[in-house]
C-alpha cells in the first residue's frame, strides 16, 4: 500500500488549495479502519497535526486552521482530502497525509504547499 498526496503548490494570501492522499491498492474494509490526518512540517520545527479524522468521521483540528480548513474522505476512492480556504503565509510548509490503525502507521510522501503574502 502507499500513499499518493498531492495538491499542493504556490498560492497568494487569501487562496485556497485542495490536498489529496489516495491509498492505492487498499481494499475498502481496510480503509474503513484507519483514522486518517494531515501534518505539516516547516524548517526547524516537528511535524505538527494539522487535521484528522477518525474512522467514524469525527475530526480534530490544530487551533490555528479551524474555520479555514476541512478535511473529509471519500471511501470510495480511497482518498482523504484537506481543503484550505483563507491561506496564510505561516500556513505553509510541507504536508504529509496519514494512515493510523493498530499495527499501521502509513506516511505519504508529502506535498509543498507555499503561501506569498
Known amino acids: 500500500v502507499q500513499l499518493q498526496a498531492s495538491g499542493g503548490g504556490l498560492v497568494q494570501a487569501g487562496g485556497s488549495l485542495r490536498l489529496s492522499c489516495r491509498a492505492s491498492?487498499?481494499?475498502?474494509?481496510?480503509?474503513?479502519?484507519?483514522?486518517m490526518g494531515w501534518y505539516r512540517q516547516t524548517p526547524g520545527k516537528e511535524r505538527e497535526m494539522v487535521a484528522v479524522i477518525s474512522s467514524g468521521r469525527e475530526t480534530e483540528y490544530e487551533d490555528s486552521v479551524k474555520g479555514r480548513f476541512t478535511i473529509s474522505k471519500d471511501n470510495t476512492k480511497r482518498t482523504v482530502y484537506l481543503q484550505m480556504n483563507s491561506l496564510k503565509p505561516e500556513d505553509t510548509g510541507v504536508y504529509y497525509c496519514?494512515?493510523?490503525?493498530?499495527?499501521?502507521?502509513?506516511w505519504g510522501q508529502g506535498t509543498q504547499v507555499t503561501v506569498s503574502s
Open positions: 496519514n494512515f493510523k490503525r493498530q499495527g499501521s502507521d502509513l
Open positions: 491498492r487498499m481494499i475498502l474494509s481496510e480503509f474503513w479502519g484507519y483514522s
